[in-house]
């Protein structure tokens, strides 16, 4: 098991991978099919993402885990299945990743929210908790509860990793410009905001992801490192805005527009970077390069 808080003590930068969702949709994932599931049913295509992204140069590697607590697969009436393809989805990226890379299980946002009474946090804790060990029985190095906006479920998916696996455990937020220039989640929450709720809750990294893009989250970073300097930062930003062209969407930024801007994000004091929404391996291959010539 290696120590993601060991590698950043080595004082580099480190690269995550990108997207899983545009990776799995160009290998036929259709809209209101279950991500997860592929764990089990097109293990081979998971298989091959997350190999794509460990030849991109990738230190860091995620699960195909994003919605696997039993909350948000109870919406495909799997719920009963949550530690199978968590534990599966683990497996998978260890398998590509070998010993040499950190695989950190990925754990979302469940898409209920406790404060209007859809779910308790009870339920919320014991989700995490059950996606958390079978990650851990796969066998990852820590966790990255992502994409949070509301901060009352991100505690609750800190603390149930924490607790459950005693593994390393990183947290990011959504971020999105208001229309006073801020940077708010969907919920209201602030970088600021964010940055202190988390530290609390005892994650070892904290930080961003998906949102508008590079150029944005470079906004984000700056407005955390003003109240921050020296807890670990991830960022995995979108490739840009999408647009609609020929029925899909298509996301604009480039490998070299993505990579000029994962440098500028590194000067800023972020510690790992890699791709959320639109991102591909080579976009990762092009921050690999950038950041190594750096």
Same mark, same amino acid.
């Given at each position: 098991?290696?120590?993601?808080?060991?590698?950043?003590?080595? +004082?580099? %930068?480190?690269?995550?991978?990108?997207?899983? !969702?545009?990776? /799995? =949709?160009? $290998? &036929? *994932?259709?809209? #209101?099919?279950?991500?997860?599931?592929?764990?089990?049913?097109?293990?081979?295509?998971?298989?091959?993402?997350?190999?794509?992204?460990?030849?991109?140069?990738?230190?860091?590697?995620?699960?195909?885990?994003?919605?696997?607590?039993?909350?948000?697969?109870?919406?495909?009436?799997?719920?009963?299945?949550?530690?199978?393809?968590?534990?599966?989805?683990?497996?998978?990226?260890?398998?590509?990743?070998?010993?040499?890379?950190?695989?950190?299980?990925?754990?979302?946002?469940?898409?209920?929210?406790?404060?209007? +009474?859809? %779910?308790?946090?009870?339920?919320?804790?014991? !989700?995490?908790? /059950? =996606?958390? $060990? &079978? *990650?851990?029985? #796969?066998?990852?190095?820590?966790?990255?509860?992502?994409?949070?906006?509301?901060?009352?479920?991100?505690?609750?998916?800190?603390?149930?990793?924490?607790?459950?696996?005693?593994?390393?455990?990183?947290?990011?937020?959504?971020?999105?410009?208001?229309?006073?220039?801020?940077?708010?989640?969907?919920?209201?929450?602030?970088?600021?905001?964010?940055?202190?709720?988390?530290?609390?809750?005892?994650?070892?990294?904290?930080?961003?992801?998906?949102?508008?893009?590079?150029?944005?989250?470079?906004?984000?970073?700056?407005?955390?490192?003003?109240?921050?300097?020296?807890?670990?930062?991830?960022?995995?930003?979108?490739? &840009? *805005?999408?647009?609609?062209?020929?029925?899909?969407?298509?996301?604009?930024?480039?490998?070299?527009?993505?990579?000029?801007?994962?440098?500028?994000?590194?000067?800023?004091?972020?510690?790992?970077?890699?791709?959320?929404?639109?991102?591909?391996?080579?976009?990762?291959?092009?921050?690999?390069?950038?950041?190594?010539?750096?």
């Amino acid at each position: 098991m290696r120590s993601l808080l060991g590698l950043l003590k080595e +004082g580099r %930068v480190l690269v995550s991978d990108g997207a899983w !969702g545009t990776m /799995l =949709q160009e $290998r &036929g *994932l259709q809209s #209101g099919e279950c991500p997860e599931l592929w764990n089990v049913t097109r293990r081979d295509d998971v298989l091959a993402v997350a190999k794509s992204y460990v030849e991109a140069g990738a230190d860091i590697i995620l699960t195909n885990s994003f919605g696997g607590s039993p909350i948000r697969l109870a919406h495909y009436g799997l719920e009963d299945r949550a530690a199978e393809l968590n534990e599966a989805a683990a497996d998978i990226s260890r398998e590509a990743a070998g010993r040499n890379h950190v695989v950190l299980g990925s754990m979302g946002p469940t898409g209920e929210i406790s404060l209007v +009474g859809s %779910v308790t946090k009870d339920e919320l804790y014991a !989700g995490f908790a /059950l =996606q958390a $060990r &079978g *990650l851990k029985k #796969g066998g990852v190095d820590g966790i990255l509860v992502e994409t949070m906006s509301a901060i009352d479920e991100a505690v609750s998916a800190v603390r149930a990793a924490i607790d459950s696996t005693g593994l390393e455990v990183a947290c990011t937020f959504t971020f999105d410009r208001t229309k006073n220039g801020q940077y708010r989640t969907m919920m209201g929450v602030s970088p600021a905001e964010m940055a202190e709720a988390m530290k609390a809750a005892a994650a070892c990294v904290i930080g961003a992801n998906c949102g508008n893009g590079f150029d944005q989250m470079i906004e984000v970073v700056r407005e955390i490192r003003k109240i921050d300097s020296s807890t670990p930062l991830l960022v995995h930003a979108n490739a &840009g *805005l999408p647009e609609y062209r020929e029925g899909k969407l298509v996301y604009l930024e480039t490998p070299d527009m993505v990579a000029e801007r994962a440098k500028i994000l590194a000067d800023l004091g972020a510690n790992i970077i890699g791709g959320c929404c639109g991102t591909t391996p080579e976009h990762i291959r092009a921050i690999v390069r950038e950041l190594k010539v750096s």
